[in-house]
């Protein structure tokens, strides 16, 4: 059965740092290019990373570029998201995927609330 976790949302202040995992299950996580989205309040889904199976291309988004750091442990079939210098605007839940635009099957997702 296909699942996706995502977990170690959290609030934290301005300027703080959060981990984010996301745990595969049921598909072949190493052959497949993941993603991390987010879809903030009243907001649409944004695409915000993604790395190919192999760790040998890595995309960012420009709002989280040089903040934000994808990895994948392919061992693990874990996907990993490492938010640093986090802001207001980067409150938002946050969902894993396989899936390209418009990222249909993705987990429950983890929250993050970024906030004096």
């Known amino acids: 059965q296909f699942h996706l976790m995502e977990s170690g949302g959290d609030t934290v202040q301005p300027g703080g740092s959060l981990r984010l995992s996301c745990a595969a299950s049921?598909?072949?996580?190493?052959?497949?290019?993941m993603s991390w989205v987010r879809q903030a309040p009243g907001k649409d889904l944004e695409w915000i990373a993604n790395?190919?199976?192999?760790?040998?291309?890595?995309g960012y988004a420009d709002s989280v570029k040089g903040r934000f750091t994808i990895s994948r442990d392919n061992a693990k079939s874990t996907l990993y998201l490492q938010l640093d210098s986090l802001k207001a605007e980067d409150t938002a839940i946050y969902y894993c995927?396989?899936?390209?635009?418009?990222?249909?099957?993705r987990g429950q997702g983890t929250l993050v609330v970024v906030s004096s």
């Open positions: 995927t396989k899936d390209p635009r418009p990222w249909r099957t």
């Open positions: 049921g598909f072949p996580f190493s052959v497949y290019e």
């Open positions: 790395i190919h199976a192999d760790s040998d291309f890595i």
